[in-house]
């Protein structure tokens, strides 16, 4: 079955600056998902990558698909304090319709 | 309504007991799916509805595990004979087509299960 590894597991950055997270798969991604979670709520959605190479934008959030699709990455600019909260990466799994998630990575911003 | 709303928002129960949690998705979403979320970890998929047909309850952790929406809108998910280990968020999510790569699973809040 596929498996979803996310790092870093917990990252604490100053407000303003930049970061990355990443998300590894242990098959190949055929659609790739990036959710927001604040802390007690439920999982907003960020964005979806399907194809090799691709780059999606929201705001200062940036997304990529690598061209093996085995990887992807979040990227966010000028980080805020509302950028603060649970990142997931989910796949689906090509014939199925069910999304299975990473752990997470907790992302704390210093004022 | 404007989300996915779910109740109760927490729950108590002693081990044992039975319990209820309830999901109104968004109006008119066919596809609806139950995930439960330890502490500290991502959500770990339960069942998928389509519909009224529950066409995939593989990540049900046992028999004491059983979903239902039987009109094709509302679902319980309902756990039997409560253990701690079941203590967790239960997050029901809901998509508007069948499939997922085609339109994103919108979140309702979680039901807290606290099995004492």
């Known amino acids: 079955s596929q498996e979803l590894e996310q790092s870093p597991q917990s990252l604490i950055v100053q407000e303003g600056k930049n970061l990355t997270i990443n998300c590894t798969s242990s098959k190949t991604l055929y659609g790739l998902y990036w959710y927001k979670q604040k802390y007690g709520e439920g999982l907003i959605f960020l964005m979806m990558?399907?194809?090799?190479?691709e780059e999606k934008s929201h705001e200062k959030i940036t997304a990529k698909l690598d061209e093996k699709k085995q990887q992807s990455s979040l990227h966010i600019t000028a980080s805020q304090p509302s950028h603060a909260g649970i990142y997931l990466c989910?796949?689906?799994?090509?014939?199925?319709?069910?999304?299975?998630f990473g752990k997470g990575t907790r992302l704390h911003i210093l004022p | 309504g404007a989300g996915v709303s779910q109740s109760p928002r927490y729950k108590v129960a002693k081990r044992g007991q039975d319990v209820a949690l309830r999901c109104d998705p968004i109006s008119g979403h066919v596809s609806l799916f139950w995930y439960q979320q330890a502490l500290g970890q991502g959500p770990e998929f339960l069942t998928y509805?389509?519909?009224?047909?529950?066409?995939?309850k593989s990540g049900l952790p046992s028999d004491r595990f059983f979903a239902e929406r039987p009109e094709g809108s509302v679902s319980t998910l309902k756990i039997q004979r409560t253990q701690q280990e079941d203590s967790a968020v239960y997050l029901c999510a809901s998509s508007f087509l069948a499939r997922v790569r085609n339109s994103p699973l919108h979140f309702g809040n979680g039901t807290r299960l606290t099995v004492t």
């Open positions: 509805f389509q519909n009224e047909a529950q066409l995939d």
């Open positions: 989910g796949a689906d799994g090509n014939r199925d319709d069910k999304i299975i």
């Open positions: 990558l399907q194809k090799g190479g």
